[in-house]
């Protein structure tokens, strides 16, 4: 059973906040930092829908393929369940005429 996730998108945030910088030294960006916020936040959140839609798409045809699967079982008990009893009351029906024609025969001889 799938469940439902929210994921948060924006604002980003750093996950190395708590702490400096991997070493404590400061870099220096070329562009600026806000130009390349600029230009990677779209490519992201771009990333990340492509990605829930990809996710959803798989949910649903694994839902679909074990909703199959549950319905192919079914079909198949069922179909076992009648044909046992088609054989059982074809049997009886068989049993009976038997049963006829024996006392047919002791009332004759």
Request: aromatic content about 4%; some cysteine.
């Amino acid at each position: 059973r799938q469940k439902p996730v929210i994921r948060k998108l924006l604002p980003i945030t750093n996950e190395n906040s708590e702490g400096s910088s991997s070493s404590g030294r400061e870099f220096i960006l070329e562009p600026s930092p806000e130009l390349i916020l600029g230009r990677l936040l779209p490519l992201s959140l771009k990333m990340q829908f492509f990605q829930a839609l990809v996710e959803a798409a798989a949910c649903e045809q694994i839902s679909r393929r074990i909703a199959m699967k549950n319905a192919t079982d079914n079909a198949e008990e069922m179909s076992k369940t009648y044909t046992q009893l088609y054989n059982r009351t074809r049997q009886g029906a068989i049993t009976q005429e038997i049963l006829e024609v024996i006392a047919g025969a002791e009332v004759m001889g």
